[in-house]
């Protein structure tokens, strides 16, 4: 046992590293549409509020100066 080899490492085909990033590449998509979708709904949110608040102050400074 004087030449002892290890075993030797396994490697990836270059098929399966491709197959393993569009695996990566499918996920970080979802990742991101979820993403984009929960910001729009924020931004929509954001808009509504602040419509909403102009109008309560504007009704709010007409009342007091009548």
Avoid: C, W
């Amino acid at each position: 046992m004087a030449f002892y080899r290890p075993h030797p490492r396994q490697r990836k085909m270059p098929q399966e590293h491709i197959v393993d990033l569009e695996d990566d590449n499918m996920h970080l998509r979802s990742a991101l549409e979820t993403e984009v979708k929960s910001s729009s709904q924020y931004t929509r949110r954001i808009r509504e509020l602040e419509r909403d608040y102009i109008r309560s102050s504007g009704s709010n400074s007409n009342s007091v100066s009548n």
